[in-house]
């Protein structure tokens, strides 16, 4: 069975710092790999996502993600965090051609100002 | 583009009594759609997969008895949480994926059900 590894629970940078989320998956193959953002009482919005080809791949608010498949990792970074940042970010995977997203447990992004 | 909705956003009821949560696509058909369940401070659990005119697939250990899951139409879902109890009480999440061949599903704001 897939599964996602998200290894840091919280994380608390300062504003303006450079960020960096984890994210390992077991699987197989390669499969879809998302990133998703949710605020507190909210639902999910799609960051970043890869399905094949470059693998940088760049989303929305700045943020960029790299497949690095030696490593079966999808980290996720961005150059400069902003306080609105703050939030719980969840990476997710889908077998490739398949339904089901797998969701990591969930990083806690922190921003001191 | 890509906009899901949810109602209510919020609701509270008697315990016993049943809850119907909708969910729609707004600007594009849903072939699929998810309903999730996720506890606080814990991850999305996925409940059940429904697919337009098609009955639900639910995942193991959810009672598809007590959440019923209704596809009719391309732009909605709905979820009844029937005969609720306090330990329904939970943030319900759905999402919707369109055709042709993509892989994205995309979230709705998510119901907060408070049984009480």
């Known amino acids: 069975a897939q599964s996602v590894t998200q290894p840091d629970i919280h994380i608390t940078v300062s504003e303006g710092a450079s960020l960096e989320l984890r994210c390992n998956y077991s699987?197989?193959?390669?499969?879809?790999l998302f990133w998703y953002v949710q605020s507190p009482g909210q639902g999910l919005q799609l960051l970043l996502k890869?399905?094949?080809?470059?693998?940088l791949v760049q989303g929305i608010k700045g943020f960029e993600a790299e497949f690095k498949r030696s490593q079966s990792s999808f980290n996720l970074r961005k150059p400069s965090v902003h306080w609105s940042d703050a939030a719980e970010y969840f990476c997710?995977?889908?077998?490739?051609?398949?339904?089901?997203?797998?969701f990591g447990t969930g990083t806690q992004l922190k921003v001191e100002l | 583009g890509a906009v899901v909705s949810q109602h209510p956003s919020r609701v509270i009821c008697k315990s016993g009594t049943s809850v119907k949560i909708e969910c729609r696509s707004l600007?594009?058909?849903?072939?699929?759609m998810f309903w999730y369940r996720q506890f606080p401070k814990q991850s999305l659990m996925l409940m059940a997969t429904?697919?337009?005119?098609?009955?639900?697939?639910?995942e193991q250990g959810v009672e598809k008895d007590k959440f019923l899951i209704n596809h009719a139409s391309l732009t909605l879902s709905t979820l009844t949480v029937t005969s609720a109890h306090p330990e329904d009480s939970s943030f319900y999440i759905c999402?919707?994926?369109?055709?042709?061949?993509?892989?994205?599903?995309?979230f709705g704001p998510g119901t907060r059900l408070l049984v009480l």
């Open positions: 999402s919707a994926r369109g055709g042709g061949g993509t892989e994205t599903q995309y």
């Open positions: 699987y197989g193959a390669t499969p879809y």
């Open positions: 890869y399905f094949s080809g470059d693998t």
């Open positions: 997710a995977v889908a077998p490739g051609g398949g339904n089901k997203l797998t």
């Open positions: 600007d594009f058909q849903a072939t699929t």
């Open positions: 429904s697919n337009e005119g098609s009955k639900a697939t639910y």
